[in-house]
């Protein structure tokens, strides 16, 4: 049959026929391709993120460490599995715990960054900060209520407590600085103690000063919280005058 085409006649068959085959094999390409893009290889559950100690957001450089999800860990005021050589302290104990009021500020180490024991022990002295009760450090209160805690700083990472028989081994991504109210002095003069000396640690460990909201510390925030305590102080003041006096 073949024998009775022209050369030019097969040639155009046989480029014909070679063309159909491309298109073919191209669509069953693009079918088998499609087929393995429609199916995941792995199945991805959905995760709750419920946890009211979940970061509110990044802020600059600061916490995206390799520890940030401990430093996701809110350090708090029962301090369990507390070192027995430390145990008795009274150093910076209240002579109450319940309290009305927790006023926490943060200070972050930069990105790439932790804070060192060393760093972080050097720091504490050099703005007279006190190493007591439940192991962590404490700024004091002077004359009726000398030894009790103006505020206290822990470590982020929980259980909250610095190890001085290990602090040299410690890395930590941040601590927080934290006041309960009422306490031995007024709720404005407590912090008028802590932002000052937790600015200047954040100066000498080069690291970030966060509010409790885990967001930058801004004058706006600053006065915010002023207001917020002077009421406070409003409010205690009124409830020891009594009435007829």
Avoid at 44 to 55: F, G, N
Avoid at 84 to 96: F, L
Avoid at 135 to 158: D, K, T
Avoid at 169 to 197: K, N
Wanted: charged share 25%; with cysteine.
């Amino acid at each position: 049959m073949l024998s009775n085409l022209s050369d030019a006649a097969i040639l155009r068959i046989v480029i014909g026929t070679v063309f159909v085959c491309i298109i073919i094999y191209i669509l069953l390409s693009s079918r088998r391709r499609s087929r393995s893009a429609s199916t995941p290889a792995f199945r991805i559950d959905p995760e709750m993120r419920s946890s009211p100690d979940e970061l509110a957001e990044h802020v600059g450089d600061a916490m995206q460490t390799a520890d940030e999800m401990e430093f996701r860990e809110q350090a708090k005021l029962h301090f369990e599995s507390e070192p027995v050589v430390r145990q008795n302290s009274r150093i910076g104990m209240r002579s109450n715990d319940a309290y009305e009021k927790l006023v926490m500020l943060y200070l972050a180490a930069k990105s790439g960054h932790s804070i060192s024991g060393a760093e972080l022990v050097l720091a504490t002295e050099k703005v007279g900060l006190v190493y007591g009760h439940n192991s962590i450090y404490h700024r004091l209160a002077e004359g009726l209520h000398a030894n009790e805690p103006i505020f206290s700083m822990a470590n982020v990472i929980q259980p909250g407590y610095f190890d001085l028989d290990q602090i040299d081994t410690l890395q930590t991504p941040g601590v927080s600085f934290f006041m309960t109210l009422p306490g031995p002095v007024t709720a404005i003069q407590a912090w008028d103690s802590m932002l000052p000396i937790a600015e200047r640690m954040a100066q000498l460990l080069d690291a970030v000063l966060l509010d409790s909201d885990r967001n930058a510390l801004g004058r706006q925030r600053i006065l915010h919280i002023k207001e917020e305590l002077r009421a406070f102080d409003r409010d205690k003041e009124r409830q020891i005058i009594k009435p007829g006096r």
